[in-house]
């Protein structure tokens, strides 16, 4: 059984920046990419950040490129988004991911989500 716990959430002021952990179990994570994903109230959720096993492919939504980083630490079985320059609008449960494929693939495992809420 596949657990995987966001932590790192909060409340930040708009232009300020968080980082969100994703603690996974078992002793296969180095063989997943990993994900986050993000819904707010009354939308659907979406991808934000794809990582592959290795670290080295990534990929980002367009609202989110240039100010998030997603990166992952094989020896401790975390995955890591580093946001910077928060907008109001990223405000969202936020939610890692166990991929099937590579970064841009299907997820199939989920964490409880972790609450982001920038304020204007």
């Known amino acids: 059984q596949v657990q995987l716990v966001e932590s790192g959430g909060g409340l930040v002021q708009a232009g300020g920046s968080l980082r969100l952990s994703c603690a996974a179990s078992g002793r296969t994570f180095s063989n997943y990419a990993m994900g986050w994903f993000r819904q707010s109230p009354g939308k659907e959720r979406e991808f934000v950040a794809g990582?592959?096993?290795?670290?080295?492919?990534?990929s980002y939504a367009n609202s989110v490129k240039g100010r998030f980083t997603i990166s992952r630490d094989n020896a401790k079985n975390t995955v890591y988004l580093q946001m910077n320059s928060l907008k109001p609008e990223d405000t969202a449960i936020y939610y890692c991911?166990?991929?099937?494929?590579?970064?841009?693939?299907?997820?199939?495992?989920w964490g409880q989500g972790t609450q982001v809420t920038v304020s204007s």
């Open positions: 991911a166990r991929g099937v494929g590579g970064p841009n693939g299907a997820y199939n495992y």
């Open positions: 990582i592959s096993w290795s670290g080295g492919s990534t």
